[in-house]
């Protein structure tokens, strides 16, 4: 007799727990927070491009540069997520820092090493980080503003536009979405706030 009363119960929970409410919670996503439910695409001319919530890696001069990525042979790969697990005395870690300070002072020409945010330096625990910090994004405007012909102060008016705060004042670290700063860039119109475009 209790085998069937457990038989019964598995039955019932796994009707309600494995079936039901997951059905019951895509349905609520999927009205109440249907970009969030579907992957935060981000799409450009009809088509996904990426992610807000998955770092890629832009690396030619006109777009602001992501944080650094240990996720897969060639970083960025959205299917081997993680942080490369070397201790802070690592020196596989020390060597690619150093290198990484030394991509970064070149391709932002009269930035210091003092100067240079340790996000651009280090990956993320996962990888895949989108977000950048405000000095991270601060130290490269120059670059992107001559590479683009823009005015310094018209690429510094988008990283304070695309600057998010702590959420709810207090919980995480301010930062700049690089996937929608970068498209942001490219959206400028001919003229608006530029010198020389080229």
Do not use: C
């Amino acid at each position: 007799m209790r085998i069937w009363t457990a038989i019964k119960m598995t039955l019932v929970l796994t009707l309600l727990t494995g079936i039901a409410y997951p059905v019951l919670m895509v349905l609520l996503s999927q009205v109440l927070f249907p970009f969030q439910a579907n992957g935060s695409l981000v799409m450009r001319d009809g088509h996904v491009i990426g992610s807000s919530l998955i770092g890629q890696n832009f690396d030619a001069p006109r777009y602001f540069h992501p944080r650094p990525s240990a996720a897969g042979d060639k970083g960025y790969d959205a299917t081997s997520s993680g942080g490369s697990n070397l201790g802070p005395t690592n020196k596989v870690l020390i060597k690619d820092i150093h290198a990484r300070l030394a991509k970064v002072l070149a391709a932002n020409p009269g930035v210091s090493a003092g100067q240079v945010p340790v996000d651009l330096v280090t990956a993320s625990g996962s990888g895949l980080d989108p977000d950048i910090s405000p000095a991270a994004a601060e130290i490269q405007i120059a670059r992107v503003a001559k590479v683009r012909g823009i005015e310094a102060a018209e690429v510094a008016r988008l990283v304070r536009k695309y600057t998010r705060a702590r959420w709810l004042g207090i919980f995480g670290e301010p930062r700049v979405n690089v996937l929608r700063l970068n498209l942001a860039l490219d959206a400028l119109k001919p003229g608006e706030g530029a010198s020389n475009r080229d």
